[in-house]
């Protein structure tokens, strides 16, 4: 079947993706789609009261699909005028916010997912959070400025990134993990998963939205790959290192779940939600 969002949802800008840029999109969004479908499943199949680090998946999987359906229809974007051409002329080019909004809520949701494994404190988690929104901030209004200016947000989103690394390979990586460390080494290598992937926006950035070298289209392959090897391919590698740990080692206790309306529940399972959450 022909695709036809740009027919129907026209570009704003002068430079835009293309059709072969929206087919693109379309497998993104097949990708992420389909890998909510199968981690819904999974989650059902995890005892309850042991299903977080499954639902986080959930959520940053619910919001990419969303994300790329938007920018697979050509909808999400606004026109920026670009300053580096070098013919003298100011086009506009299509900045997708669409994106920056699904990278505001999952990017800090993937570093809690990672995070909750270690030993780090409560607050050190939330300033990594802090970081990471700020990182999101920083590249969008970077991305929303004409002028030489927007390289000073880069610079305030690479601090903010440098702090994450330090964080994720070095503090984290040291904290006195549950059950005599059991994670430690899969933290090890998730985290050095992570930290990689994020040293490659940066420079997809730096090329697109920052200098105007590569096109919507090439923007658009870029960051859509990368967004699938941190999103579902991620996903899906943490949770298989999870398979066989003890979820009551991370601590992670709520006190309840969400029963049926008639409080009917097994003496099992109620007993494995008082022990783990």
């Known amino acids: 079947m022909a695709n036809h969002a740009l027919d129907l949802n026209p570009p704003n800008a002068d430079l835009h993706i293309s059709v072969n840029g929206s087919d693109w999109l379309w497998a993104a969004f097949s990708i992420f789609g389909v890998s909510l479908l199968v981690m819904i499943v999974l989650d059902f199949m995890r005892p309850r009261g042991t299903r977080l680090f499954h639902q986080i998946a959930i959520i940053i999987l619910t919001t990419g699909s969303l994300a790329y359906f938007s920018m697979a229809s050509d909808l999400g974007a606004t026109p920026i005028p670009v300053e580096f051409r070098?013919?003298?002329s100011d086009p506009t080019r299509q900045i997708w916010y669409v994106?920056?909004?699904q990278w505001f809520i999952t990017f800090p949701l993937l570093l809690l997912e990672v995070l909750l494994t270690t030993g780090l404190s409560l607050s050190d988690i939330l300033?990594?959070?802090f970081m990471a929104i700020t990182l999101v901030i920083a590249g969008l209004v970077g991305a929303l400025v004409h002028s030489t200016y927007k390289w000073g947000f880069f610079t305030f989103g690479a601090a903010a990134l440098f702090y994450i690394w330090y964080v994720l390979l070095w503090h984290g990586s040291r904290t006195t993990f549950a059950a005599n460390g059991i994670f430690r080494s899969s933290y090890v290598l998730a985290s050095s998963y992570i930290a990689f992937m994020l040293l490659t926006y940066p420079i997809c950035w730096a090329l697109a939205e920052g200098s105007n070298v590569i096109s919507p289209t090439s923007e658009m392959i870029w960051y859509g790959i990368l967004?699938?090897?941190?999103?579902?391919v991620f996903l899906f590698f943490f949770v298989f290192q999870l398979r066989n740990v003890d979820y009551a080692t991370f601590g992670l206790t709520s006190g309840k779940f969400t029963a049926p309306a008639d409080g009917v529940y097994s003496k099992a399972?109620?007993?494995g939600v008082r022990e783990s959450a």
Do not use: F, Q
């Open 86 to 88: 070098g013919d003298g």
């Open 269 to 271: 399972a109620e007993a």
């Open 127 to 129: 300033t990594t959070l």
């Open 99 to 101: 994106r920056y909004i």
């Open 227 to 232: 967004d699938v090897i941190t999103g579902p």
